[in-house]
């Protein structure tokens, strides 16, 4: 059976690999170390669906970012400086190593940036804590690893506990189980708006 021909051609880089055009890009501040990779897949993977490309911070770029179970991989840039402007929002890895990033001021600037520009914002596990953190959560229904329930609720966040909440262009999940739907529901937010 002969294959279709949809009419576009595919545009090839030297290899003869196809040259992925993106509508629009998501920023995704990683942990260092202890970051929660299996979400990160189902995220990037979403996303990639619907012609969103994604951009990689970190506080260093030197050394491999270390996942929690087998994941490494260099950072695209570094966290320090980055500007929310280019993109279409940002996500913040969950894991134990998100926790390093409650307290570090580009991680919650960028967080209010997004907020302030009603861009994409997206977390899990315990990545809600730099939400909290960053002031971003006030009236807002947030779901995360259980242990960030108080930090949420302190922040004026509403905890539901479920696997996706979704609040607006605000979308949570509670950890990696939840994979799957949490991309989802990024691809559904950027992939129509962007």
């Known amino acids: 059976m002969a294959k279709q021909d949809s009419g576009a051609k595919q545009e090839l880089d030297e290899h003869g690999l196809v040259i992925q ?29 619907v012609h969103v490309g994604t951009w990689s911070v970190a506080q260093q770029t ?35 190593g998100a926790r390093s990033l409650t307290s570090d001021p580009d991680a919650l600037r960028l967080a209010r940036e997004a907020s302030a520009a009603g861009k994409l914002i997206g977390a899990w596990g315990e990545a809600v804590e730099i939400l909290a953190a960053a ?49 989802k529901a990024l691809a559904q937010i950027v992939g129509i708006e962007a």
């Open 21 to 49: 055009r993106y509508k629009s890009t998501v920023l995704v501040v990683v942990p260092t170390s202890d970051f929660a990779e299996e979400t990160l897949r189902y995220a990037r993977s979403s996303l990639y669906n």
């Open 135 to 183: 002031g971003v959560l006030r009236g807002r229904k947030v779901t995360g690893a259980p242990g960030s329930k108080a930090k949420v609720q302190a922040a004026g966040g509403k905890y539901t506990g479920v696997q996706v909440e979704r609040d607006g262009v605000l979308v949570t999940a509670l950890d990696d189980a939840a994979g799957m739907r949490f991309g």
């Open 62 to 96: 030197e050394q491999m970012l270390k996942g929690r179970l087998q994941d490494e991989f260099l950072p695209d840039s570094a966290l320090a400086g980055t500007s929310l402007a280019a993109y279409s929002g940002v996500l913040f890895v969950g894991g134990a």
